[in-house]
């Protein structure tokens, strides 16, 4: 990667299969390090800048969502400095962590956890004393994707369940829900705190490991129709939405009404006589929104599979974790382009690559 002019600090990049964490310098693209043998399997990534520690939520032993297989249960705290694992939090009897949050304001971790044994909801943690301190259930059998406002409320959606559920930090109650017909994916908060954006309905998703593609089934009448929602903070209402042709995934809300979103873009899966190892992926996209009136502004072209995205400051670059390739795609805004690319755990038929997380 060649050198550029980001905002100075580091990029912490995960992958769920080589179970790694990369250290990457903003300026250069230059690989600072590695942590290796992470438990399985990391994924979401938050930071806490007063301590300079990162916690890393490990969901699955193995697999992906809604399979029958080992739910993990800890959160990994990283020396952002030494880049090394000081500590490894044991959220037991919750399980399947997928995201996680530091609220600076609270001194809160806060993750959301899948449904075993009757334990589901959101668990917030002693950043601390690293102890629970509750457990808040929600009405959907699991927690996924989060969204938060600091001192305030945290915004939660369930994948396949129709509706964002709304947790109060402050009482530690269930506040409330907003419908999204067809369930949802992720979700974020502006960095200002006035909105939260979400990606509705869940992508429908047929997933084959082994090659390494997202298949997706025809669509089908009465469908509901791919958004992105915007929802005032203070009414937990939807205000507004764009609608798309293809089902986005990932999202992300950056500063002065900027918001990113990632579409997988994927294909139909062919006949039973097809090769799937040897089926081209198709690429995906980075969709850029002004929320002011919730238009598409560009589009840039990325790797298969983009999940995670985080951008600068300064709306100046976004940086697209790619699960197939096990690359994080660096893109230029202002220039609609992709001018990078960042190895993670490029290679091998699924790469994983996750979370990401950005260390002024």
């Given at each position: 990667m060649t050198s550029t002019t980001y905002t100075a600090g580091t990029l912490l990049v995960s992958s769920s299969t080589a179970k790694n964490l990369d250290f990457f310098d903003l300026r250069s693209g230059r690989k600072?390090?590695?942590?290796?043998?992470?438990?399985?399997?990391?994924?979401?990534?938050?930071?806490?800048?007063?301590?300079?520690?990162?916690?890393?939520?490990?969901?699955?032993?193995?697999g992906v969502y809604d399979q029958d297989v080992p739910k993990s249960h800890e959160i990994t705290v990283v020396n952002v400095d030494d880049r090394a694992v000081e500590s490894v939090i044991d959220i037991a009897p919750y399980h399947a962590p997928?995201?996680?949050?530091?609220?600076?304001?609270?001194?809160?971790?806060?993750?959301?956890?899948?449904?075993?044994?009757?334990?589901?909801?959101?668990?917030?943690?002693?950043?601390?004393?690293?102890?629970?301190?509750?457990?808040?259930?929600?009405?959907?059998?699991?927690?996924?994707?989060?969204?938060?406002?600091?001192?305030?409320?945290?915004?939660?959606?369930?994948?396949?369940?129709?509706?964002?559920?709304?947790?109060?930090?402050?009482?530690?109650?269930?506040?409330?829900?907003?419908?999204?017909?067809?369930?949802?994916?992720?979700?974020?908060?502006?960095?200002?705190?006035d909105f939260v954006y979400a990606v509705t309905p869940r992508m429908p998703v047929e997933v084959d490991l082994a090659s390494g593609h997202f298949f997706r089934p025809e669509p089908q009448p009465g469908d509901p129709v791919p958004r992105i929602v915007k929802i005032d903070v203070e009414t937990n209402a939807v205000i507004d939405e764009i609608q798309f042709g293809n089902h986005q995934m990932g999202i992300?809300?950056?500063?002065?009404?900027?918001?990113?979103a990632s579409s997988m873009n994927n294909r139909v899966r062919p006949g039973p006589e097809a090769d799937l190892s040897a089926l081209p992926r198709t690429d995906g996209v980075l969709n850029i929104l002004d929320a002011t009136d919730m238009s598409l502004v560009?589009?840039?072209?990325?790797?298969?599979?983009?999940?995670?995205?985080r951008v600068?400051?300064?709306?100046?670059?976004?940086?697209?974790?790619?699960?197939?390739?096990?690359?994080?795609?660096?893109?230029?805004?202002?220039?609609?382009?992709?001018?990078?690319?960042?190895?993670?755990n490029a290679g091998g038929s699924y790469g994983g690559t996750h979370g990401m997380v950005l260390v002024p």
């Open positions: 600072l390090g590695t942590i290796t043998d992470l438990l399985a399997e990391p994924h979401e990534i938050a930071y806490d800048a007063g301590r300079r520690r990162a916690y890393i939520a490990h969901t699955y032993r193995h997928h995201d996680v949050e530091y609220d600076p304001e609270l001194d809160l971790i806060i993750t959301g956890v899948e449904n075993l044994a009757g334990r589901r909801g959101v668990v917030l943690i002693n950043a601390t004393t690293h102890e629970i301190e509750a457990g808040i259930a929600t009405d959907a059998r699991n927690c996924h994707w989060l969204a938060l406002v600091p001192g305030r409320k945290v915004y939660v959606t369930h994948k396949e369940a129709p509706i964002i559920s709304v947790i109060d930090l402050v009482g530690r109650r269930l506040e409330g829900s907003i419908e999204v017909p067809g369930g949802a994916e992720e979700i974020d908060a502006a960095p200002e705190g992300r809300a950056g500063c002065d009404g900027r918001v990113y560009g589009t840039v072209t990325v790797d298969a599979l983009p999940m995670t995205i600068s400051p300064d709306n100046a670059t976004a940086w697209v974790a790619s699960l197939a390739t096990g690359r994080v795609a660096v893109v230029d805004v202002a220039g609609r382009r992709r001018i990078a690319d960042l190895d993670n």
